[in-house]
């Protein structure tokens, strides 16, 4: 089974630049692990963008779960998609301390399932004992281990992630791309992210797609 | 566009947000429209009258008026400006922002402050007599089309002060600095380098003045001049007569609309903005003792005149008043005045807030709806008020008839005279103030925290209530205050749009001045201005953020 289908997907920023995306399609199955690739400014960012609803393509459709969440008369709203996405600069909520950020999409939870999947998580991305901290006092690294966190709490089916090791260290990204090729593969999700490093792709992508010419 | 396209749009905005706001955006322009529509009605039998014998003096004084202002506060504002920041000299930090401070007294209450001042009785005269002086009572006097511009001219320089030095200190330094180098000396510069550089700083600042101008009712009115505002005034409370207003006040709209396009080609070549990112502050000289005394000097005296003096004699006033002003009617009036103005600030940020979220994707519909709500910012208060007039009464009429139809006895409630039509007024007038805080808000926080907790699965709403109003909740509530403020001051539309018998600080003041009880109008102005003054300190303090 398919979860996201892309057919023929155009879009631009504005209309009279040339399009960022043209004519793509794309295909990825059930519980795989695809890395993107390409060079920087050719629009890996913005087909993350697309797919999770916070851009509107100009032309194409996009599938996900076989249902069609984009195409000429149909845009469903990013909430109801069940896309979770860590962007480029991680957007932990300032005014939220690690804790409150990563149970942010957790709403569907009874409280106490909740703090469990919190504590879980914060185990994963090893930072525990940092729940009470607000995110200006967390290095870069552990900015986007919680940003990471607060994506993968609610399970959402599809995980697009951008760039999501580019502030880590050699060491603590070898554990977490291992740790969390096994989550994702556990829990069934399917995982779509851009990196700038070959070993990302070895280390964890079922097969690669390479964005541009 | 294709159709297709376009209703794709709109079904992909079609949501609370966007119709609340669509709603809004057409109750402001509603009363806007009545105006223009007035054109097209057949006119009363005052109007052949008014635009026979009045309206070409009208315009004339209107044009007079606001030329010999527009130059006047030019000359203060910009050689000011240039003084603070092109030279150092002792006194120099604390003059540069003090010489804002004006702005928080408004002109109506300089003019008969000051017109009193140096009346027969006034405290100029009656020292100049105690001296042995007699002057000539044509020369001294504050009146008529000298008054209003001395009064405009004190009161109203900042705006061209605070643009103009701004963009000096900002922009200015490498055209200086190089005119320098190429041998140039102050005097100069400042005609042939700052001044045409500094162009589009002026216009702008320049353009906040004519709109006082253009708009003032109170100034113009105490010293007897005969503007198109003015008149709008005197066909409503004198001849009751809406249609003729309406027409004065799309007369007002030409004029204004004139200048706007005046404005806009002066303003053409702004491409000298293009190097902000890589400009560097201005390094100010050091002016030897004698030349920064005469400096220091200079800026007190105007200090002195555009703010010490007034209040101080204001205060004088109010000592020997006291008792007669602070009663428990006027407590009462106080009261009516912060809670009018605080129901219009909720509902103007209420509005502001939603119709900032609802524009923050950029695209055609939400340029176009943000202009339109803000619409009434730089249209008078007096043609707001007159439209608003307009639609109560044909609302009053619409009502009237749908009473009867369900059978209701008695009169209706008349719509026109609450205060629903007052805050409706101040609403569409001072929208531009809270959402243009909004606006800054949401902008310096970007979009992508909304973003995040959308792909979290929680709903715009929630959104809204825990990610983006925490965030921007220091913009809210500058945006209230700054508000709230303005409302405080406002005269005309308070004047044309409250009910009977229903009195703001303001209008008191108006009151009392216009009955030749200047004395007793003392206190509430001191309030006023003393209100006033949280603005001028919010903005100062925004100001300093802003550059840290
Ligand atoms: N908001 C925007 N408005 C206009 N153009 C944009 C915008 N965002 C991105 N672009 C342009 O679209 C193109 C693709 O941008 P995108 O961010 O998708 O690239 P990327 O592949 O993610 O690059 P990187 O590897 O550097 O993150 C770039 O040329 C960029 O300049
Ligand atoms: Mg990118």
Redesign the interface.
């Given at each position: 089974m398919s979860v996201v289908d892309i057919d023929q997907l155009e879009f631009s920023y504005d209309r009279k630049s040339k399009p960022v995306i043209q004519k793509l399609c794309l295909n990825i199955e059930q519980g795989e692990i695809v890395g993107i690739v390409g060079s920087s400014g050719n629009g890996k960012s913005t087909l993350l963008r697309l797919i999770?609803g916070?851009e509107?393509p100009s032309a194409g459709v996009i599938r996900i779960n076989d249902k069609t969440v984009n195409d000429?008369?149909t845009?469903i709203?990013?909430?109801h998609r069940?896309?979770?996405?860590v962007?480029q600069?991680y957007?932990?909520?300032?005014?939220m301390n690690v804790a409150s950020n990563i149970a942010?999409?957790l709403?569907?939870m009874p409280r106490k399932k909740r703090q469990e999947r919190v504590q879980e998580l914060m185990e994963l991305i090893q930072l525990k004992g940092y729940e009470d901290r607000y995110p200006h006092e967390l290095s870069g690294g552990q900015q986007q281990r919680v940003a990471l966190a607060?994506?993968m709490a609610?399970r959402p089916s599809v995980v697009l992630m951008d760039e999501p090791f580019s502030s880590l260290d050699a060491e603590l990204k070898q554990s977490i791309r291992s740790e969390l090729r096994d989550i994702v593969k556990a829990e069934g999700m399917t995982c779509l992210f851009v990196t700038h490093d070959q070993a990302d792709v070895e280390d964890m992508s079922d097969r690669y797609i390479r964005l541009g010419q | 566009m294709s159709f297709?396209q376009i209703k794709?749009y709109i079904?992909?905005n079609l949501n609370g947000w966007w119709i609340v706001s669509i709603l809004g955006a057409a109750v402001i322009l509603l009363p806007i429209l009545f105006v223009f529509l007035s054109i097209f009605e057949t006119p009363s039998e005052h109007w052949a009258h008014i635009k026979e014998y009045l309206v070409k003096d009208y315009v004339i004084e209107t044009l007079t008026l606001t030329f010999i202002t527009a130059i006047t506060t030019t000359l203060l504002g910009v050689s000011l400006a240039w003084f603070v920041t092109v030279f150092d000299f002792p006194g120099r930090k604390i003059l540069r922002w003090a010489l804002v401070l004006p702005l928080a007294v408004p002109p109506y209450i300089g003019a008969y402050t000051y017109s009193t001042m140096f009346s027969y009785t006034g405290v100029v005269q009656v020292t100049l007599r105690n001296w042995g002086f007699h002057p000539s009572q044509d020369w001294i006097s504050l009146t008529s089309m000298r008054g209003a511009v001395v009064v405009f001219t004190l009161f109203l320089y900042p705006y061209v002060y605070l643009v103009t030095r701004s963009f000096l200190e900002r922009q200015s330094a490498s055209y200086i600095e190089n005119a320098r180098l190429l041998g140039r000396n102050g005097m100069s510069i400042f005609f042939w380098v700052a001044m045409p550089i500094c162009r589009p700083a002026i216009v702008g600042g320049l353009s906040l003045v004519v709109f006082e101008v253009l708009s003032d009712y109170g100034v113009t009115q105490y010293f007897g001049l005969q503007t198109v505002t003015t008149a709008i005034f005197k066909t409503w409370f004198g001849m009751y007569d809406v249609n003729s207003a309406m027409r004065l006040a799309a007369w007002l709209m030409v004029i204004l609309a004139g200048f706007f396009l005046i404005e806009r080609v002066l303003r053409r070549h702004r491409k000298y903005s293009a190097s902000t990112s890589k400009s560097k502050p201005l390094q100010p000289i050091k002016l030897g003792s004698v030349k920064g005394t005469a400096v220091l000097l200079f800026g007190m005296v105007v200090l002195a005149a555009a703010f010490a003096v007034p209040i101080l004699q204001l205060i004088v006033w109010a000592t020997w008043t006291y008792q007669d002003v602070w009663n428990d009617q006027f407590m009462f009036f106080i009261g009516r005045t912060l809670y009018t103005a605080a129901v219009s600030t909720v509902i103007i940020m209420l509005l502001s807030l939603i119709v900032g979220s609802a524009t923050r994707s950029r695209s055609w519909g939400s340029a176009l709806l943000s202009r339109t709500v803000i619409a009434g910012y730089s249209i008078p208060g007096a043609i707001i008020a007159i439209g608003v007039l307009g639609v109560f009464l044909s609302l009053d009429q619409v009502y009237g008839e749908v009473y009867r139809l369900l059978g209701g006895k008695g009169t209706p409630v008349v719509l026109s005279l609450t205060a629903a039509m007052l805050i409706f007024g101040y609403v569409i007038r001072f929208m531009a103030t809270g959402y243009n805080a909004v606006e800054v808000g949401f902008e310096k926080t970007g979009t992508?925290?909304s973003?995040?907790?959308?792909?979290?699965?929680?709903?715009?709403l929630y959104t809204f209530w825990r990610?983006d109003l925490?965030?921007i909740k220091g913009a809210v509530l500058s945006g209230c205050i700054l508000t709230f403020v303005e409302i405080c001051k406002e005269l005309p539309l308070a004047l044309l749009l409250r009910p009977f018998d229903f009195e703001t600080l303001s209008t008191r003041t108006y009151q009392y001045a216009n009955n030749e009880q200047i004395h007793e109008a003392a206190i509430p102005s001191l309030l006023i201005i003393g209100i006033s003054f949280i603005s001028v300190y919010v903005l100062h303090y925004l100001d300093k953020r802003w550059e840290t």
């Open positions: 999770a916070l509107v000429k008369s845009f709203q990013p909430e069940g896309v979770g996405m962007s600069d957007a932990l909520f300032p005014h942010f999409g709403h569907r607060r994506t609610p | 297709r794709a079904k992909r992508r925290y973003e995040a907790s959308r792909l979290l699965g929680r709903s715009r990610v925490p965030l």
